[in-house]
């Protein structure tokens, strides 16, 4: 059972030992004033806390390790990542206009996180080489995607990333990939759940690419 801490005000929540923030918190609003996040990226999505389970299970986050956020939105696992385990974490998306929240979110947790402002066609074997784990949440919600994030984690095996994690509640899409995937790649389609900050299942799909 993680610690129990005092929240620093309303409209925050504590999960798996960070603090974020709710939709009706003082300074999202006020950032939502000046900035408007598309392509879902408007909240914490429940895949995050699935992966951030599955990370604390499964070990996989070592300090001073490089890591890549595909698609991070407000960034809850990037902040996971670098506040849990001290991991150097690269948050990407293609709406710049998520990385305000994500700052503000690192802040309070007292982390810092690079961002880039790129599509996932357009990231590179090159940049790819950089990590050794590469993750999403909730990204493979079109039927299109599937086929993009298959050509992205053939080029994250090109560039010797070690380990490529997929996190989402179940949608088409999402299957579809990991049937793909598995049949080129080693690696599992694990069911999975979370308690914090409440009950959430869906399905991780975990390729080992080294």
Known sequence: MPELQELPESHTFQTYGIVLLENKHRLVKKLKRHYTPSIHGHKAWNSSFLLMDYFLHSQLLNKHQRVLELGCGWGPTSIFCAHHAGCHVTGTDRDEDVF?????????????IKTRTISFEKI????LSE????????????????????NLINRAKQAGVKNLLLADPGRQPFFDLAEKALARHDGDLHQWYCNEPEYFDGFILHLNLQ
């Open 100 to 112: 305000p929240f994500l700052e503000l979110q690192a802040s309070m947790n007292q982390v810092e």
């Open 124 to 127: 590179t074997k090159n940049m």
């Open 131 to 150: 990590y050794s784990i590469v993750f999403g949440t909730d990204i493979c919600f079109w039927d299109d995607l599937s086929r993009i994030h298959y």
